[in-house]
């Protein structure tokens, strides 16, 4: 590590990287007096991991040497640092403004994928010095000058994200001495006992199969020339903090609680449920589509709608009339004003079912009926006169498809559509600054992480999406081989409806300045 100024290391998780790099970090701020090592990370905690776990309760459990030679060590909020008596420093910041004025001879970004290029050209790269070596000032000397090293660890990632370049960058310099690159998947973990062949087993099961093949597998994903929708346009969306859920059991009886996860419905705003619907469960040789739904704010500027996607859950395997009772819980706790679902396959069904009255054992009530309003064909199998028009049906070919696709891409373009932040994020940035969080049991604590887990789903979908021209010009969208894209289609098509809402009101209130045209003050 020390042979190179750039090391990069694309390792997959639990190989120890963060371990080795304070390992490295320690004897270079012992060998070089008046080292200065800044290890940075997307927040302070995380930076501060590699002080905190790896060289506190590790390397000075295991070196009496290491010890000797740390004159102080802080692991406050106000400092994580280790202070060597030689006049180095190990000191842990956050990738952001408040590193501005910190000094490094090294600097480590660790999950540097998650940290912004700009953040890092502007503000973490103009921290690095030579270190202060008064040999190096005479003549004779000066030749043996150090250069400023930098380290950057992560797991792989997206081929659209900035990472990539740096990786192609580090392979080229390797062949002239400038940088290190060095990459593993988890077949380290199992050789060296840190991990177990069952234990990945497990791992496997939880995850989706791109999030897998990048997290252990260490696989670069999508980023070909034909992809639609790149990671920066869709990590740019993932904006909104404050995720909203649909109540329990205990939450829905208990009428004074109140729960993390209320939002206030603002003047104007329209809220709309998405549905993807899918029946079959998936099995080991065939794949299915699982069910999801979402939850999406449309709130007014003006003569456009900002689209705040703030839930998602998702299920196989539910019959359609227990799905549509699903449905209109959760239309009943978001205040839903429409319905929108694919009304192809398996929407007949559903439409069927929710023109008749539903019954909620589980919560005691009737649900009236509901009805489509902008297709005769499924509106006319609604037979009850007092049924509500508020289901919005997607009828997917080559034109409408189109018409989807084109859509989100412009509401990502102009930042109309917002998703929840990152799982990492709404822990680091969110969720553990609420008691209500805090103070929850681990099943509570899953529940409340999962919408920022689909989050992620999601841009995974959306960035391995690959396009082709079919009839002249028309988009079509496929996924990988053993990907989904149900939970991008469930946003695209809610996205589409609020575009026609959001044409709607352009149209109103053009009429409106016309009118006043007509008046003279």
Excluded at 265 to 290: H, L, P
Aim: hydrophobic share 35%.
């Amino acid at each position: 590590m020390h042979s190179c100024p750039q090391v990069v290391l694309i390792c997959a998780r639990a190989v120890s990287k963060s371990f080795v790099t304070s390992l490295y970090a320690c004897a270079v701020c012992v060998l070089y007096p008046n080292s200065k090592v800044l290890v940075t990370a997307l927040t302070k905690k995380q930076a501060g991991l590699l002080i905190t776990e790896k060289i506190e309760k590790e390397l000075m459990v295991m070196s009496p040497n290491l010890r000797r030679e740390i004159k102080k060590i802080s692991t406050g909020q106000n400092a994580i640092e280790v202070i060597f008596h030689n006049g180095s420093s190990f000191i842990a910041g956050v990738a952001g403004e408040q590193s501005r004025g910190l000094r490094s001879t090294i600097l480590i970004t660790d999950e540097f994928r998650l940290v912004k290029k700009e953040v890092l050209d502007s503000i973490l790269s103009p921290t690095e010095i030579i270190r202060p070596t008064p040999y190096t000032m005479l003549p004779e000397y000066s030749h043996l000058q150090e250069e400023p090293r930098e380290i950057f660890l992560s797991s792989a990632y997206f081929k659209s994200h900035w990472m990539f370049k740096l990786i192609k960058d580090a392979m080229y310099d390797s062949y002239n001495n400038k940088s290190i690159l060095f990459a593993t998947d988890y077949a380290v973990t199992i050789k060296h006992n840190i991990r177990t062949k069952n234990q990945m087993r497990k791992e496997k099961k939880k995850m989706d199969s791109t999030t897998y093949d990048m997290e252990y597998l260490n696989m670069m994903q999508g980023g070909s020339e034909n992809q639609y929708y790149s990671f920066e346009m869709v990590a740019n969306a993932q904006k909104i903090k404050k995720a909203w859920y649909p109540k329990t059991i205990d939450e829905y009886f208990d009428k004074k609680r109140n729960r993390l996860g209320d939002i206030k419905k603002q003047a104007g705003e329209i809220r709309v449920v998405s549905m993807d619907i899918a029946i079959s469960a998936s099995t080991k040789k065939v794949k299915n589509d699982a069910t999801v739904i979402k939850c999406v704010r449309a709130l007014q500027n003006r003569e456009k709608y900002e689209r705040q996607e703030v839930y998602t859950e998702a299920f196989e395997g539910k019959d359609i009339d227990s799905q549509a009772i699903r449905i209109r819980q959760i239309m009943e706790d978001f205040d839903a004003d429409y319905f929108v679902f694919d009304g192809r396959t398996y929407g007949t069904n559903l439409v069927d079912s929710m023109a008749k009255v539903l019954y909620d054992e589980e919560r005691d009530k009737e649900y009236v009926p509901i009805k489509v309003f902008n297709n005769d064909t499924l509106a006319d199998r609604c037979k009850n006169p007092n049924a509500s028009p508020i289901m919005w049906a997607f009828i997917g070919g080559a034109d409408t498809n189109h018409a989807l696709h084109t859509t989100m891409l412009g509401s990502l373009t102009d930042g109309k559509y917002k998703i929840l932040v990152s799982h990492m994020r709404c822990k680091e940035e969110y969720l553990n600054e609420k008691k209500d969080y805090i103070l929850s049991s681990p099943e509570d604590k899953a529940r409340m992480e999962a919408p920022y887990l689909y989050s992620d789903l999601t841009l995974n979908e959306m960035v391995n999406l690959e396009k082709e021209y079919i009839q002249g010009g028309k988009i079509k969208l496929s996924e990988p081989r053993d990907g989904y894209k149900d939970k991008y289609v469930t946003s695209a098509m809610v996205n589409l409806f609020v575009q026609e809402l959001e044409i709607k009101l352009t149209e109103k209130q053009q009429k409106k300045s016309n009118m006043e045209d007509y008046f003279i003050f």
